[in-house]
Nanobody, 125 residues
Framework: QVQLVESGGGLVQAGDSLRLSCIPS????????MGWFRQAPGKEREFVAA????????SYADSVKGRFTISRDNAKNTVYLQMNSLKPEDTAVYYC??????????????????WGRGTQVTVSS
C-alpha cells in the first residue's frame, strides 16, 4: 500500500510563508491527480488544491486562491504546496492525497485513493 509522506509544517506568524512537500513511499503508483486537503480542529476536512501530475493543470479552493500554489517536480517525485500570506484561519493539519482516476476538479475525499498522515500548520496572529 502506497503511503504519502508530508513534511514542512510548523508554527509561523500571520503573513509568513511555508512550503509543504509530499513524497510517496513507493516510486511508482497510479496517480492522475495529486491534491492537498486540510482539517482544522472541530471542522471537516476540506479541499485546498489539486494538480494533474502529467500536465500540471491546477485548481484551488477560493479561500486560498492567489495565496497558495501547488506544483510538482517529476524528477523528485514530489508535490509541493507553497503557502504565502498565511492567515490564522489557515491553521490546520494539511494532508496530501492522490487520485488514480480523478480530475483537478476532484474535491471530495472519496475521490482520492491514497492519503498521508498530515502535517500541522499553525499560524499565529
Amino acid at each position: 500500500q502506497v503511503q504519502l509522506v508530508e513534511s514542512g509544517g510548523g508554527l509561523v506568524q500571520a503573513g509568513d510563508s511555508l512550503r509543504l512537500s509530499c513524497i510517496p513511499s513507493e516510486g511508482t503508483f497510479s496517480r492522475r491527480i495529486m491534491g492537498w486537503f486540510r482539517q482544522a480542529p472541530g471542522k471537516e476536512r476540506e479541499f485546498v488544491a489539486a494538480i494533474r501530475w502529467s500536465l500540471g493543470f491546477t485548481s484551488y479552493a477560493d479561500s486560498v486562491k492567489g495565496r497558495f500554489t501547488i506544483s510538482r517536480d517529476n524528477a523528485k517525485n514530489t508535490v509541493y504546496l507553497q503557502m504565502n500570506s498565511l492567515k490564522p484561519e489557515d491553521t490546520a493539519v494539511y494532508y496530501c492525497a492522490a487520485s488514480s482516476l480523478g480530475s483537478i476538479w476532484s474535491r471530495r475525499m472519496n475521490e482520492y485513493d491514497y492519503w498521508g498522515r498530515g502535517t500541522q500548520v499553525t499560524v499565529s496572529s
